[in-house]
């Protein structure tokens, strides 16, 4: 029996089992063990000989943008009008079938966008190389999900379903839990909040699925099984996206109001160019980019090419601009000069631990380099007059 049909079967034992609290434990090992044939569904097969064909193109800008939709519901179209790159659009599905990339200049920054090829339902199990394009979307900062207004609302079900099967976590946070394995000890189990989803038995039922009998469980919130799952797989990717709803203007303004009202969602017309600058604007919000402008000593800032910064891209702290000059800048750092909005005043002395926000401008002081340990003034047991004449070392013969 092969992976997928053994994923099948427990799903269906699950479907079959009420849920109480008696079976709830028996829940939770049948969680555990879809986890861990999905985790061994994404590895590549034993004996492959190198990497198969993929979608993988390098990272450029500021920022990644990935398009994940079904087909025919205008990613092309999308990414032709906010890019300028050609993607070939047409009336039949499948009409994009590799990976294009294109640039958006937006606020002095470089947003690379990914049209993807659509993905039908049935993608995590690797139908329609839907493998590849959920691998290309683990790599983005955020993802867009395209999705056709005119239509039913199972398609962001669906799209929502087949992403989570291989790991991503859409508009959530890592859960609050520390989990460490260990040699020897057995399974130490703690909390520092009330539990209502899980308790000690489940979570050494579950740690016994995985074969881990010597770990430390620390629970820091309210979590559920699947949280908890997802902390020992370690290998989920939490990243934020937006809905999408192309195709409004063949909707009615109802329709179009309850869209729109619904959590991280947007509705656009690329048809009729309706509403891509407010997209642009959310896209920047969810992004969570930083433009800080350098200046130098005694000059005036410099507001043509920022250093731009993202809190999943290493952190908005001046180390992290520091570190994003040069890796040996924090080293010489006497202190800093901000002025912005993070700034009490301007300007304001601030060390390597400050937070620094949009269109910050920032100096950077150098401490001085220090001087021999010979002493100073009269008191210095070297001089720094050339050698004299008797006391120069001489140079070997030239050999002829």
Request: charged share 25%; hydrophobic share 35%.
């Amino acid at each position: 029996m092969g992976i997928i049909e053994r994923i099948k079967e427990i799903e269906a034992e699950m479907a079959r089992t009420q849920k109480n609290k008696a079976t709830e434990y028996h829940l939770g090992q049948l969680k555990a063990k879809i986890a861990k044939l999905r985790t061994q569904l994404l590895e590549p097969p034993k004996g492959s000989s190198g990497a198969g064909e993929g979608f993988e193109v390098t990272k450029f800008g500021h920022g990644r943008v990935a398009l994940i939709g079904f087909p025919s519901v205008g990613k092309s179209t999308l990414l032709t009008m906010l890019t300028g790159t050609h993607s070939e659009a047409a009336s039949y599905e499948f009409t994009t079938l590799t990976c294009i990339p294109g640039i958006i200049h937006y606020n002095d920054t470089k947003i690379q966008m990914l049209d993807l090829p659509g993905i039908i339902e049935g993608a995590s199990e690797g139908k329609g190389r839907g493998r590849q394009v959920i691998a290309v979307a683990k790599s983005s900062d955020l993802v867009l999900m395209v999705l056709d207004g005119s239509k039913s609302e199972g398609h962001r079900q669906i799209l929502t379903k087949e992403l989570e099967a291989v790991g991503l976590r859409l508009n959530k946070s890592p859960p609050q839990i520390y989990f460490k394995k260990k040699k020897t000890g057995g399974i130490s189990f703690n909390s520092t909040a009330q539990l209502t989803h899980v308790d000690e038995k489940l979570c050494y039922q579950i740690l016994h699925e995985y074969k881990i009998h010597n770990a430390e469980v620390l629970f820091r919130e309210d979590a559920t099984v699947d949280d908890f799952i997802d902390v020992i797989e370690g290998n989920r990717k939490y990243i934020k996206c937006v809905y999408v709803y192309n195709k409004i203007d063949v909707v009615g303004i109802d329709d179009v109001d309850r869209l729109a009202r619904q959590p991280n969602s947007i509705v656009i017309s690329c048809n009729l160019k309706l509403n891509l600058d407010r997209l642009l604007a959310r896209m920047w919000d969810e992004m969570g980019l930083v433009r800080i402008y350098t200046k130098p000593q005694g000059q005036q800032p410099d507001f043509a090419e920022p250093v731009v910064l993202s809190a999943g891209r290493g952190g908005c702290t001046v180390e992290d601009f520091c570190n994003h000059i040069h890796r040996t800048l924090v080293k010489e750092v006497k202190y800093v000069l901000v002025w912005g909005i993070s700034a009490r005043h301007y300007p304001q002395h601030c060390g390597l631990s400050h937070p620094l926000t949009d269109e910050d401008v920032v100096q950077i002081v150098k401490k001085k380099e220090k001087e021999d340990s010979g002493g100073r003034g009269r008191f210095k047991s070297h001089s720094n007059a050339p050698d004299r004449i008797s006391d120069r070392v001489k140079k070997a013969p030239l050999k002829t």
